[in-house]
């Protein structure tokens, strides 16, 4: 794969406005012409791939519509780019605290093209997730168009509102197969004054999953635990690391805390491995690139599996795996997230829910492969038939005539 910097459907249609978009989603409900429902074309290589005779492009929809940096609230349009509100906001001191991956570089296109409705249609989150949550943690409310072609709003412009159904919660994660998000209200919180990332060298695994439990469970407030094995830890921040294995500590505050913590956990590790240090833009860098996935960025269609688990079996999936197929792996969330690359170019999707399954669940998404594998596969985690029959009311409901993303998540 090369990075693209063109849009992924030229032809695509481009509404400018709320009308506009409830205009083409009836004239799609009237011919019972199914849509693809995209923002600028990042997250194509996520979930299956859309049969639909016409492509629905929010990218011309953007731009933000409300900032209040004092009540911490920001309203944009869908199409939005995230690097452009995160450019915003950071210009106030502020920051998404969300922290949200930006999938365009493992699906081969230029980083920075997310779109704020990505993010939340498919509910993004990045190495805070673990403290902070994900976007449907921080949405205040929505406006969008259902698959009926009705606009409608849920929530408002303020962090308490109660009225009504949290509709904005529902549709995230629904991947554009419910409604068609067309603006989105946020809430923003303040950027840290000081970071410091603790970096252990040489563990295996398993001692990273105790050092990282150890962490976690402290009074140290860590924001972000991640382990990269031997290798991986070079594919990352430029090859600062080196390839000795590196487990990640994060800690973000005031600067008399960050340091006081910092000094405190290092002390308590001290005996657990070597320990180095890593400031503000240099820490802010490395994960960066584990939210990013910038160890899998490699110009290739391997497929790449997304597994969440208990945190204390993350490197017991990964050894089980090693033993059957030829895998690269990382771990963020205190190693209740672990990135697989499938190194022989097969999916293995049986292999990896079974392994998934004998050690208490869990749930394995396919994020990157060839289109036809993706056809192929499941992509998501099968859902057991109460929630199944659950996913499928809601979906008659917002789109009796399954005119949006027919199939992404089938």
Known sequence: MTPQTTPAHPDALRPQTID??????????????PLAVEGTGTKLGLGRPVQAARTLSLAQLCGVTLYEPEELVLSARAGTPLAEIEALVDGHGQRLEFEPIDYGPLHGLDAGRGTLGGALACNLSGPRRLKQGAARDHVLGITAVSGRAEVFRSGGRVVKNVTGYDLSKGLAGSFG??????????????????????????????????????????????????????????????????????????????????????????????????????????????????????????????????????????????????????IDAFYDWQGGLVWLRMEAGEAEADLVRATLARLGGGHATLVRASAAVRAATPVFQPQPGPLAGL????????????????GRMG
């Not at 996913?391 to 027919?406: C, E, I, M, S, W």
């Open 177 to 326: 197969t419910l409604a068609v998000m067309t603006d989105i209200t946020i809430k923003v919180l303040p950027k840290c004054e000081a970071e410091t990332t603790l970096v252990l060298r040489g563990l295996d695994d398993a001692a990273a999953a105790g050092a990282m439990a150890a962490a976690m469970g402290s009074s140290a407030e860590v924001s972000g635990a991640a382990h990269l094995p031997m290798r991986v830890a070079a594919r990352i921040a430029e090859g600062a690391l080196g390839r000795e294995a590196a487990t990640l500590l994060r800690l973000e505050g005031f600067g008399p805390s960050v340091a006081a913590r910092s000094a405190h956990l290092g002390a308590a590790l001290q005996g657990v491995a070597p320990l180095e240090r890593y400031e503000g833009a240099a820490s802010a860098a490395l994960w960066r690139d584990v939210r990013d996935v910038r160890p899998f960025v490699d110009g290739t269609d391997k497929p790449v599996w997304r597994v969440s688990l208990a945190p204390t079996q993350g490197h017991e999936l990964v050894m089980q795996l090693r033993m059957q197929a030829a």
């Open 20 to 33: 506009d978009v409830r205009d083409v989603v009836a004239a799609a409900v009237a011919r019972q012409e």
């Open 391 to 406: 996913t499928q009311r809601l979906k008659a409901q917002f789109d009796p005539k399954g005119v949006l993303n027919p």
